[in-house]
């Protein structure tokens, strides 16, 4: 009978498993709120992802560098630039629509941002500089993917050089036996989203629907018009052809989860699972999407610029077009270096607000109002970033067989 049950349940689509887990949880969030039982689930769910993530990062980056085959560099030059022009055009798009639609806060008595955010552009690279080259061990267990990005690169460049075949098949058969343990966590993922879509509802109830409604429309609007029309036009001038199959691909199998873990980080490994199944070269998705869920962030760059230039309406400063651009590419450029966990992009806006001489009593104020929003604003941006990771990974990948003649299909 539990055989049956488990085969039953491992057959039935992953997505009407997860959309029956969100009724279930906001219908109990609603009906028993309180059941610290059904929210350590969510808990669970998510420590276990980011627990395995820096782990399976590390193995598969080594891995993968130490068995390259020659060609991918093309590639890596086409994804970068991908991700990096996606991340400063969502900024433009914010910047336009904060002009066209501009907002103030309220800003006076708002409190709870604790937390220092860097004042400066030259703080987020002065932190990232340090951080890359932190210790290795200390990188993985602390989650610090540029420092677990740069080991591997290094560790598996060596590996490539001194190690022995037999040696490097290992190290694959090791990640492969961490992808598994990856899968064995993805197929709870509906016990998961029950948890974490209970613990939202509980703790905000339908009023987080209302409060800061328009700001939140204006978040949401701009990251949709980036994830449903900039990214797609991108893809489709590079593979010329409708980009469309491959958006839902990835929206379907990448965002949905991401959406509910809030964590770029953590959703690496459902990236990668993704990639594999639309056939993807495994050399270079397991680089390019740990990369992506670090310079990747389309949903930050328009998290900062839109709060950001939100704080200058509220303030009656005046915000000129070219002011408003120079945001832009700092956002940009500023959003590479945002946490990739859940609220990451928010300690990020004093470093904008500064552009206009906020202070950081008043910034922090609208980080504090980020906090208040962000189960919604945090969740879109989420599902923005590393759907985006997948979409343009798969992007630079179909670009290349295109150049050599290979017919692309997804």
């Known amino acids: 009978m539990i055989k ?19 009724i279930i949880g906001s219908a109990l969030a609603l009906t028993c709120p309180g059941l610290s039982g059904i929210s350590i689930l969510g808990t669970l769910f998510v420590g276990a992802l980011k627990a395995i993530a820096p782990v399976l990062v590390a193995v598969l980056v080594m891995a993968s560098v130490a068995k390259a085959r020659q060609g991918l560099g093309e590639r890596f030059r086409v994804v970068i630039i991908l991700y990096m022009a996606s991340t400063l055009l969502a900024a433009i798009v914010a910047v336009f629509a904060s002009q066209l639609f501009p907002l103030q806060l309220a800003l006076a ?14 703080d987020v690279f002065q932190n990232l500089a340090r951080d890359i080259m932190s210790n290795p061990l200390t990188a993985v267990s602390s989650a610090s993917y540029l420092s677990v990005l740069f080991w591997a690169v290094i560790f598996g460049v060596a590996l490539k050089r001194k190690a022995s075949d037999k040696t490097i098949s290992i190290l694959q058969d090791v990640a492969d036996s961490i992808s598994l343990v990856v899968q064995w966590v993805i197929r709870c993922a509906p016990f998961g989203i029950l948890g974490l879509v209970y613990s939202s509802v509980s703790e905000s109830g339908l009023d987080i629907f209302t409060t800061y409604g328009r700001l939140i429309l204006l978040l949401v609007g701009c990251m949709m018009a980036v994830s449903l029309g900039v990214n797609p036009l991108i893809a489709g001038l590079l593979l010329r052809k409708n980009p469309y199959p491959l958006v839902w691909k990835c929206l379907k199998g990448s965002a949905v989860s991401a959406f509910f873990t809030r964590s770029s980080a953590a959703n690496i490994p459902v990236n990668m699972e993704l990639c594999k199944r639309m056939g993807l070269d495994e050399d270079f998705y397991s680089v390019s999407i740990p990369l992506g869920s670090t310079i990747n962030m389309d949903g930050a760059a328009i998290t900062i610029t839109v709060m950001t230039l939100a704080t200058c309406h509220t303030m009656g400063i005046e915000v000129s077009l070219g002011s408003a651009l120079v945001l832009s590419v700092l956002a940009a450029f500023g959003a590479c270096g945002a946490s990739g966990v859940a609220g990451g992009s928010l300690l990020l806006i004093p470093m904008a607000c ?10 922090m104020q609208v980080v504090a109002v980020g906090f208040i929003i962000g189960v919604i604003q945090d969740s879109v941006e989420t599902a923005l970033n590393s759907s985006g990771d997948a979409m343009f990974t798969a992007t630079a990948d179909f670009y290349d067989r295109r150049k050599r003649g290979i017919e692309v299909k997804f």
Do not use: H, K, Q, Y
């Open 109 to 122: 008595g708002v409190s709870g941002a604790e937390n220092a955010a860097p004042g400066e552009l030259g």
């Open 4 to 22: 049956t049950i488990v085969r039953v349940w491992g057959n039935t689509n992953l997505m009407l498993r997860i959309f029956c887990a969100i």
């Open 354 to 363: 500064a552009l206009f001489g906020i202070s950081n009593d008043i910034a």
